[in-house]
C-alpha cells in the first residue's frame, strides 16, 4: 500500500511523474475539474452573497469514488494541479470531495515537470491559496452571471441559441471595429520615385526621393511627381553626407504565452487553441523510447520573461560548447518582465537545454517537434551575442543648373551587411507586417562625391486601410489592452469562431453578418461589458483578488448592481429584424427563391414561405470553379474547429478536396483549376488535379521589381 496520493489532472502528467517518485507514492489523475456550476440553471445564489452551487460534472462519480478509495488507503494526499488558479480550484475542489482541511500542507506545485523540481515541490507541501482559489471563483461566477442575463435578453431581440460572454464580447467588438475602420477607410493618393545613380568608377547603386531643401516632403499627385521629374533632367548631383556605424540587434525574449501563440501563428500557421493543446502535450510529458514519459517544456501559462539562474547556465554551457565562444556574451543576459505581469512563473523554455529538436525528432509528432524547436530555438537564442551589422547611410543632393530654380532635390539610400550572424545563426523573431524597404549593399561612397542620374521610375500609391487581425495580431491587442490573461486568449478566439460571431478568411479574422448584429446590440446596451477599458479594469481587480487585496464577493457585489439595471433597461428594446439575403436557389416544393439564414450549426436555405413551405436546404458557398474529377461545383466547407477547404459537390460520390483556395488561373497541362497558397513574398500555385504535376512559383506583385532592382544593385556593388 502507496503511502503518499498524489493527485494531478492529466493521465500523462502523471506517467511522467510517477517515474520521479518512489514506490511509496501512487500518481492518479481528476481528469480536470471534478466540480462545476451546472449547466442547466445560472447556479449562482445571487440573494444569498452570490454563493455558487457546485455539483458534481456528469461523467466523473466513478472516478470521484476511485479517488475516495485511494484516499482512505493514503497516510497523506499530496495535490498537483497546475500551478496557477484553474490549477488551484481544481485541488480545493478535490479537497472538498476527499474531506482534506484546506489548510493543511496538501498543495505541491512545480513550473517544470523534471526530476528536481518535483522531488523539491514534495518536499515543500502547502496549504491551498485561497486567494488564487477565490480570483478563479470570481471570474468563473462574472463570466456566469453576463452570459446567462445577457444570453436570453439577445434571444428575444436577434434570435434563440445566441449568447455572450464577457471578455468574447469585447474581442468581438474589437474585429468589428477593425471592420468598420476598413469600411470606412478613404484612401489617399501618394507618389514615390526611385532612382539609380552611378559613381565615377561606373559603380551603380539605387537611392529614394526624400525631400526639397533638406525638409521631408510627401509627393501627393501626379503634377507633383512630374514637377519633380522636371528638376531632376538638368541637376547636378553630389554625395552631401554619408553616415557609417556599427549597428547591434539583440535577441527576443524568451516566450510568454501570448508571444508563444503569436510567434506558432505566424510561423507555423497554428491556431492559439492548437498551440496550446500541442505545449500541454509537451509540458506533460512525451515518451522518449526508454526513459518513459518526459516533460520537455516548462509551463505554458504565463506572462513573465524570467529564467532561472540554472537554466540560463545549461544555455551558456551548451552555446559554448555548440556555437563557440564568439556566440557567448560575457555575461547572461536577464529580462524584464511587464510591471502588470504577475510574474508567477518562469518564461517558457525547454525542461532539459542539452536536448537539442534533432535529437528528440524521432520521438515527436510532427507538430510536438515544429512547436518544440520554436520554444528551444527561441530560448537558447535569447542567451546568445547580438547580430552585428555595418550599416551606411547616404544623403545625395540634386542641384537645378538652371539659374532661376533654387531647389534642392534630396535623395537617400541605405544598406547594411551582416557581418556576425550572432543569435541569428539559430532564430529571427518574425513579424506581422511585411517590410518594403529597399534594402541593398552598397558600393564604398565617399562625401562630395559626384554622381551621375542614370535612371528614374515614379510610381503612384494608395494609402491602405489597417489589416484585419490575425490570431497572431488579435493575442497581441488583447494582451496590450489588458483583456484576458494568458489562460484566456485562445480559449476566448475559439469561443467567438463556434459562435458564428466569427470566421477565419485564410489567416484572416472576419465579422459575420451575426456576429455585426449582436455586437451593435451589445455596444448600444451593454457599453461596460464591451468597453475595453472596463473590461481591462475588471482583470486588473481580478488580480488584487488574487493578492488578497480586494474581497471576491465585494467584487461581484459593485459589479453586479449596475449590471441589473443595465439588462433591464435592454430589455425594453425593439426586436431586430436579421437581414434576408436571397440565394439562386429555387424551392423544390412552391417554386420560391430560397433565402440564406443563420442557424445554430452555421448557414443554410430556407423557404420563404415558411410556415407553410417548411423546406430548408444546406447552404452550399459556390467556389466558382469546376472539379477536376467529375465537373461538379467546387464548395467551400469546413471541419468541426471551422477551417476552411475546397471540396465537390457530389461528396461522397466524388472524393475531392484541398485544404488550398482556388486561383483564378488554369492549368496550362490539362485546364483545371490552379490553387494558391501564400507564403512570405511568395504565391505558390498548384493545379488542382492529383494527377498533374504543375507547379508555379511568382513573387507578389510590387516585391517584385524591388526585389529584381536590389539584385542588380547587389550585383553591380560587388
Avoid at 515518451?287 to 520537455?296: A, F, K, P, Q
Avoid at 517537434?369 to 547580438?386: G, H, S, T, V
Wanted: proline share 5%; hydrophobic share 35%; aromatic share 8%.
Amino acid at each position: 500500500m502507496s503511502k503518499y496520493l498524489v493527485i494531478v489532472e492529466s493521465p500523462a502528467k502523471a506517467k511522467t511523474i510517477k517515474k520521479y517518485l518512489g514506490n511509496d507514492y501512487k500518481i492518479t489523475a481528476s481528469m480536470g475539474h471534478i466540480r462545476d456550476l451546472p449547466q442547466s440553471h445560472l447556479g449562482v445564489d445571487i440573494k444569498n452573497d452570490f454563493n455558487p452551487m457546485y455539483i458534481i460534472i456528469a461523467g466523473k462519480s466513478t472516478l470521484i469514488k476511485e479517488l475516495k478509495a485511494d484516499a482512505e488507503k493514503a497516510e497523506k494526499i499530496l495535490l498537483a494541479t497546475d500551478p496557477d488558479r484553474e490549477g488551484e480550484a481544481i485541488s480545493w475542489h478535490l479537497s472538498h470531495i476527499l474531506k482534506i482541511d484546506p489548510e493543511t500542507d496538501c498543495r505541491i506545485t512545480f513550473n517544470e515537470i523534471t526530476k528536481n523540481a518535483v522531488v523539491n515541490a514534495v518536499k515543500q507541501p502547502r496549504p491551498i491559496d485561497m486567494n488564487l482559489v477565490d480570483a478563479q471563483q470570481a471570474r468563473r461566477i462574472l463570466d456566469r452571471i453576463v452570459g446567462y442575463e445577457i444570453s436570453p435578453v439577445l434571444w428575444k431581440k436577434i434570435r434563440k441559441g445566441l449568447s455572450a460572454g464577457r471578455v468574447q464580447s469585447v474581442a468581438t467588438r474589437i474585429i468589428c471595429d477593425r471592420e468598420a475602420e476598413i469600411e470606412n477607410f478613404i484612401p489617399k493618393e501618394y507618389w514615390s520615385i526611385d532612382t539609380q545613380f552611378k559613381k565615377e568608377d561606373g559603380l551603380i547603386f539605387a537611392a529614394r526621393f526624400h525631400g526639397k531643401n533638406g525638409k521631408k516632403f510627401e509627393i501627393k499627385n501626379k503634377d507633383e511627381s512630374d514637377e519633380i521629374l522636371a528638376l531632376l533632367k538638368d541637376s547636378a548631383f553630389i554625395v552631401s553626407n554619408v553616415k557609417k556605424r556599427e549597428k547591434k540587434r539583440n535577441p527576443a525574449p524568451p516566450f510568454i504565452t501570448s508571444t508563444l501563440q503569436q510567434e506558432a501563428s505566424r510561423k507555423l500557421g497554428y491556431s492559439a487553441q492548437k498551440t496550446m493543446m500541442i505545449a500541454q502535450q509537451l509540458y506533460e510529458g512525451v515518451e522518449i523510447g526508454s526513459e518513459g514519459s518526459v516533460g520537455l517544456i516548462t509551463y505554458m501559462r504565463t506572462d513573465s520573461v524570467r529564467l532561472s539562474d540554472n537554466a540560463v547556465k545549461e544555455a551558456r554551457d551548451y552555446i559554448l560548447e555548440n556555437f563557440g565562444k564568439e556566440y557567448l556574451p560575457s555575461k547572461p543576459r536577464y529580462f524584464k518582465t511587464k510591471s502588470a505581469a504577475q510574474d508567477a512563473h518562469e518564461a517558457i523554455r525547454p525542461s532539459y537545454a542539452e536536448r537539442d529538436p534533432d535529437s528528440l525528432k524521432d520521438w515527436l509528432s510532427a507538430d510536438q517537434y515544429k512547436l518544440y524547436k520554436l520554444i528551444w530555438d527561441r530560448f537558447m537564442a535569447c542567451q546568445m551575442e547580438p547580430a552585428v551589422f555595418d550599416t551606411i547611410s547616404v544623403e545625395i543632393e540634386g542641384t537645378p543648373k538652371t539659374i532661376d530654380s533654387k531647389t534642392v532635390i534630396n535623395f537617400r539610400a541605405s544598406g547594411s551587411k551582416l557581418v556576425f550572424k550572432g543569435f541569428m545563426a539559430l532564430y529571427v523573431e518574425g513579424k506581422d507586417d511585411e517590410e518594403d524597404e529597399l534594402s541593398q549593399i552598397l558600393p564604398n561612397i565617399e562625401k562630395d562625391e559626384s554622381l551621375v542620374l542614370i535612371n528614374t521610375e515614379a510610381n503612384q500609391h494608395f494609402t491602405e486601410p489597417p489589416a484585419r487581425y490575425t490570431e497572431a495580431t488579435l493575442v497581441k491587442a488583447l494582451e496590450e489592452k489588458g483583456i484576458g490573461r494568458p489562460s484566456t486568449y485562445a480559449p476566448t478566439i475559439s469561443t467567438i469562431i463556434n459562435r458564428g460571431y466569427v470566421e477565419r478568411n485564410k489567416k484572416q479574422l472576419v465579422p459575420t453578418e451575426l456576429g455585426r448584429i449582436v455586437n451593435q446590440l451589445m455596444v448600444a446596451n451593454f457599453t461596460d461589458i464591451v468597453n475595453v477599458n472596463f473590461t481591462a479594469e475588471m482583470e486588473d481587480k481580478l488580480d488584487k483578488v488574487e493578492e488578497g487585496a480586494i474581497q471576491w464577493k465585494t467584487l461581484l457585489r459593485e459589479f453586479y448592481e449596475p449590471f441589473k439595471e443595465t439588462v433591464k433597461k435592454a430589455e425594453t428594446i425593439s426586436k431586430i429584424e436579421m437581414p434576408v439575403e436571397e440565394s439562386d436557389e429555387v424551392c423544390d416544393k412552391c417554386g420560391k427563391k430560397m433565402v440564406i439564414k443563420i442557424g445554430r450549426f452555421g448557414k443554410f436555405l430556407a423557404c420563404p414561405g415558411f410556415p407553410e413551405c417548411k423546406n430548408t436546404k444546406p447552404f452550399l458557398e459556390e467556389a466558382g470553379v469546376k472539379c477536376p474529377k467529375c465537373s461538379g461545383r467546387v464548395i467551400y466547407r469546413k471541419t468541426k474547429r471551422g477551417r476552411k477547404y475546397l471540396g465537390c459537390e457530389n461528396y461522397p460520390k466524388c472524393d475531392f478536396m484541398t485544404w488550398d483556395m482556388p486561383s483564378d488561373k488554369t492549368c496550362p497541362k490539362c485546364s483545371s483549376f490552379l490553387t494558391q497558397k501564400s507564403k512570405g513574398n511568395t504565391i505558390t500555385y498548384k493545379c488542382s488535379n492529383t494527377e498533374c504535376d504543375y507547379l508555379e512559383e511568382q513573387q507578389k506583385e510590387g516585391k517584385r521589381k524591388a526585389a529584381s532592382k536590389n539584385k542588380e544593385v547587389e550585383q553591380e556593388a560587388q
